[in-house]
């Protein structure tokens, strides 16, 4: 009798063990991308839910679809790892976000992440990343958003970004990028792209095929950038935010239009001339800055010109009028 109860034990047990299996939903290979991720990353405390003996669909800071049971979304932040970017990373084939924000990962990007075909955000802000951006990125055809800010990466931006048929915003500011804004920005598919590439050192001039491009956002604020960018403006842009300040932009601001949408315009300490257009006063604009140029007549008595005080508009040539000195 004993050894029959002991044969249903043991056939229980075997039974509830294949039951457990069975209902694990996460895909064996995600599962060893992470466990390498894991042990890559020198086991650290905020990885201690990656227990093998659990269904790495509930472990945290990933998610999986819930039709598929794939890894598709992995979020940390807010750590100190001191350590490169595992390249098992891109053995989670089926990852669409991926965000490794402000957790101090060093070195370059690794090209394992150039196999992450369904990627729609890579976010990598705020780290340590050094070397060049990586041109590889351009072939990821379903990104939306790189975020690449605060990093230490040199070189020259890819022209490969312009081959994304889908990118919406391009994040690159902060860095020690040099050279020159690729021409090819100009071919962005986006009907609206928010392009950001402020603090680093770019030169030269902003190429005027870019005039074709619908910018909804753009800094390019300190930089060594240079010459007319007047043709980035216009009545039918969508430009909403721009920030061209600390740069070396040298045109007559006196008959530029600007898009009824535009709410933020910077273009203090440049080598701007001519006067104040009236035709700002067709826009939503709540924030300008204008100072620290080569300015000159009166300020319009338009209402909107009239709400901001003397530092939007001081440091020049020899603008006047309310809120500066009366125009002699």
């Not at 001191?82 to 070195?107: E, F, M, W």
């Amino acid at each position: 009798m004993a050894t029959s109860h002991l044969a249903i034990l043991t056939l229980l047990f075997l039974s509830l063990s294949s039951l457990s299996h069975a209902a694990e939903r996460c895909h064996p290979n995600d599962k060893k991308a992470l466990l390498q991720i894991k042990k890559d990353l020198k086991n650290p405390y905020v990885l201690t839910s990656w227990n093998p003996k659990t269904d790495c669909c509930d472990w945290y800071v990933v998610k999986c679809d819930a039709k598929t049971n794939r890894i598709t979304q992995f979020f940390l932040t807010k750590t100190n790892l001191n350590l490169p970017i595992p390249a098992a990373v891109g053995d989670l084939t089926h990852l669409q976000i991926l965000s490794l924000h402000k957790i101090n990962v060093t070195g370059e990007i690794p090209r394992a992440i150039s196999k992450l075909s369904d990627l729609t955000l890579l976010d990598l802000q705020w780290n340590l990343l050094t070397g060049p951006v990586p041109a590889f990125l351009g072939h990821l055809k379903n990104l939306t958003n790189v975020i690449l800010s605060f990093n230490s990466f040199t070189g020259s931006i890819p022209a490969s970004f312009s081959q994304l048929p889908k990118l919406a915003g391009l994040f690159l500011d902060r860095n020690r990028l040099t050279g020159s804004i690729p021409e090819t920005f100009a071919d962005f598919k986006n009907e609206e792209i928010s392009l950001y590439l402020s603090h680093n050192e770019l030169s030269g001039p902003i190429p005027r095929k870019l005039g074709n491009a619908n910018f909804s956002s753009i800094d390019v604020s300190r930089n060594k950038l240079e010459g007319d960018i007047s043709f980035l403006f216009g009545k039918k842009k969508s430009l909403v935010i721009g920030d061209f300040s600390r740069n070396r932009f040298e045109f007559d601001l006196t008959k530029v239009e600007f898009s009824e949408a535009l709410t933020n315009l910077d273009l203090n300490h440049n080598k701007i001339y001519g006067s104040l257009p009236e035709d700002l006063s067709r826009t939503g604009i709540i924030g300008l800055n204008v100072s620290y140029n080569r300015l000159c007549g009166p300020i319009p008595e338009l209402r909107r010109l009239q709400t901001f005080d003397y530092t939007t508009f001081f440091h020049n040539k020899c603008l006047c009028g309310k809120p500066l000195s009366a125009c002699k």
